[in-house]
């Protein structure tokens, strides 16, 4: 294989953990139940920004939210998986996510992997000098929307997004995989070909999307833990 790309969501995909939710049960459990009670009256971009608001007005600081994500559960394999196969030298991996720009920055150089990936596509984030982690969506809210059918949530279509990183590449990759658990993941696994590869996890609601929707032109193969997705990428190099 000459050209390969491979794509990951992050949580609970590359991560074994969701970003935006774990940083609240480690340092503002009362404001995860806001969240919980919550999630389906407001988008969840939005949300988060809200509660990260919130956090910060009750003396969370930026030092426990790194914290957080310094700690959140990320497997050995999964590292492994990745620094191996890019040491292999013809593939270029790219992560396209819901989550936000200093999350992902931060975890992926804690484990060392921050130099693997040639993009980051997601929503935006920044610090004060106050400490306040400002989130924003990565479609503005009052800006042109995406016109995605699927079923993509309002601050991003993920199959709009990885169309413009083909575009961004060109020539067209010999073979794209791509790692995704959550039903937001369907939409970017409809644009893959039949030479492509869908690792989709087994919880979350991908594969529920799979099952319900079909459609799919490339290969699926679920999985479950880290250490699979291990043994597959020792098959593609």
């Known amino acids: 294989m000459s050209r390969q790309l491979v794509v ?17 049960e480690v340092n ?7 969240m919980e009670d919550n999630e389906d009256k407001i988008q969840f971009t939005d949300m988060i920004a809200h509660a990260l608001r919130d956090a910060h007005a009750r003396g969370v600081t930026r030092e426990q939210l790194e914290h957080a994500l310094r700690i959140m559960p990320f497997h050995p394999a999964m590292v492994r998986a990745i620094t191996n196969l890019k040491a292999v030298g013809n593939t270029t991996f790219f992560c396209l996510s819901n989550a936000n720009s ?4 931060l975890i992926l150089k804690d484990k060392g992997l921050d130099s693997m990936f040639t993009e980051i596509v997601t929503n935006p984030a920044e610090w004060t000098p106050e400490g306040l982690l400002v989130l924003r969506r990565r479609v503005d809210p009052n800006g042109p929307q995406h016109t995605c059918k699927v ?5 991003m279509c993920k199959g ?4 413009a990183f083909f575009t961004r590449h060109t020539p067209a990759y010999d073979r794209v995989v791509y790692v995704g658990d959550g039903s937001n993941d369907f939409c970017p696994a409809l644009r893959l070909r039949s030479q492509d590869l869908l690792l989709c ?4 609601g991908l594969h529920k999307r799979i099952a319900k929707d079909g459609g799919l032109k490339c290969e699926v193969k679920y999985w479950t833990g880290a250490w ?3 043994e597959v990428f020792k098959t593609l190099a």
């Open 8 to 24: 990951f969501d992050f949580d609970w995909s590359m991560a074994d953990q969701d970003t935006d939710r774990w940083v609240f």
């Open 102 to 105: 200093v999350y992902i920055s």
């Open 160 to 163: 709009d997004e990885l169309e």
């Open 228 to 230: 699979e997705v291990e």
């Open 28 to 34: 503002a459990p009362e404001i995860r139940r806001w």
């Open 151 to 155: 079923g993509c949530s309002a601050n």
């Open 201 to 204: 996890r087994t919880f979350g």
